[in-house]
Every structure is written in C-alpha cells, then in structure tokens.
C-alpha cells in the first residue's frame, strides 16, 4: 500500500510539472488537459483521475508556489500575535497593491483569470479560495485572537475567516481598479493609499488605533507574494 501510494504522490507530480511547462508556455486559455496528459506521457482519463479539470491544476500550481514563498512560510510560522496579523494584512495590501507596476505580467493575468472565474462558472475561484483559506487562514484567525486577549483588538461577532476574506476582497478590488492602462480610478501617492489601506482594514476586522499605531508603522513587509488572486488570486 506504501509502494502504491508513494507511485501516485509521484505521479501527481510529475503531472504538475508537465503542466507548470505547459501554463508557462502557452498561459492558461492555451493549455488544455490533453497537451498536459502528452507533456507528462500519460492518458488523459489518468490526469482526470488525479485532477478532475484544467482549474484543478492551475489551482494546485498557485498553492503550492504560495506554500514554497519562504517569507509567507516564515510569516505563517510565526506565533499567533497583533504582529503577525499586521503584517498578513500589510504584505497582502503590498502584493495586490504592486501587481500593476511588477515587470512579469503573469501575477495580472492570474488575477484577470480569477476575476473572469467569477462571472463565468467559478469553478477556478472556487478551488482558489479553499486552498488559500487553509494556508493563511487558520494564522490569521489565530492572530486575530491573540489580539483580542492582548487588548489590541475588539471582538466582532461572526466567522472570524470571513474578516480574512473581506480583507481580501477589499485589496483585490482596489488593485483591480489601478490594474488597467489608463487606471479606473487614481487613488493618489502609492505609499499613501497602501498605508491608509491598511488602517481601513485593520479598523474593520478590529484593531484598535493604539494598536494600529504601534504595528503598522511604515516599513515594508518582507511577504509581498506570490497572489492567492486567489491571486491570487
């Protein structure tokens, strides 16, 4: 049963790095589950048998470049802390924030593809949205806590994931807003709206502004991706 199973974690493998090839060359309107099935030599029905649609791959390839980001990893790995809550929402602001400006469009058309997920069949937002709610989620919901116990942070009734998510929300609409050409809408000085960004969602999921005040700051995060456009994302 070992055997069996260490074969397929292999397979499935090899499988995402055919298709990682695959999305990079031809972008992911380009892919199709088939010319991903002949890159990693196997039949289209076994690809299926591990991943059920092209969204379910795009979607397991974004998850794990977020996983392997070594400052969300060493984030994520920090205590439960007003801190570590400051800083999720800073480095989120920060890469949603800089996706119009970064020389690799790929980030902008991950976010333009989870935008048209949602008016189409959602099926990619979906997936998005569940893997990235159990990475940085439980982290997140752990910080908010740790504020509250620390007086840092007012409780507010409901599902504290769905405060992580509105955070969310709130930055990609802004970043969609900046990300065209000719922008939407001009909020003015970078520097500034990241910063009043970040105290308008600080406010809404809780913190109070002595809290504010003493963790925001304006330093930089070092986690400033990749998207969970969801993105991330």
């Not at 996983?67 to 990893?73: F, H, K, T, V, Y």
């Not at 989870?114 to 752990?142: C, N």
Request: proline residues 5%; contains cysteine; glycine residues 8%.
């Amino acid at each position: 049963m070992s055997t069996l199973r260490m074969t397929s974690d292999l397979r499935r493998q090899l499988i995402l790095s055919a298709a990682k090839r695959c999305f990079a060359r031809n972008g992911f309107a380009g892919t199709t589950t088939k010319s991903v099935a002949a890159a990693a030599a196997i039949s289209e029905g076994l690809l299926f048998k591990h991943f059920p649609s092209k969204a379910a791959l795009y979607a397991e390839i974004l998850a794990e470049e977020c996983e392997a980001d070594p400052d969300l990893a060493h984030l994520l790995g920090q205590a439960p802390s007003t801190a570590t809550l400051v800083e999720l929402v800073r480095g989120m602001v920060g890469h949603f924030m800089r996706l119009r400006d970064a020389p690799d469009h790929e980030e902008t058309q991950r976010m333009r593809l989870m935008v048209t997920s949602h008016l189409d069949d959602g099926e990619f937002a979906r997936l998005l949205y569940d893997k990235v709610g159990k990475l940085i989620g439980p982290t997140f919901a752990a910080s908010i806590e740790s504020a509250i116990g620390a007086g840092d942070a007012s409780r507010i009734a409901g599902e504290p994931l769905n405060l992580f998510w509105f955070a969310h929300h709130t930055v990609l609409m802004a970043a969609l807003a900046s990300l065209p050409a000719t922008p939407c809408l001009v909020y003015g000085d970078a520097a500034h709206t990241d910063l009043q960004l970040c105290q308008f969602i600080l406010r809404g999921i809780g913190l109070n502004e002595a809290a504010i005040a003493a963790h925001l700051g304006h330093k930089p995060s070092p986690w400033q991706g990749p998207s969970v456009t969801a993105e991330s994302a």
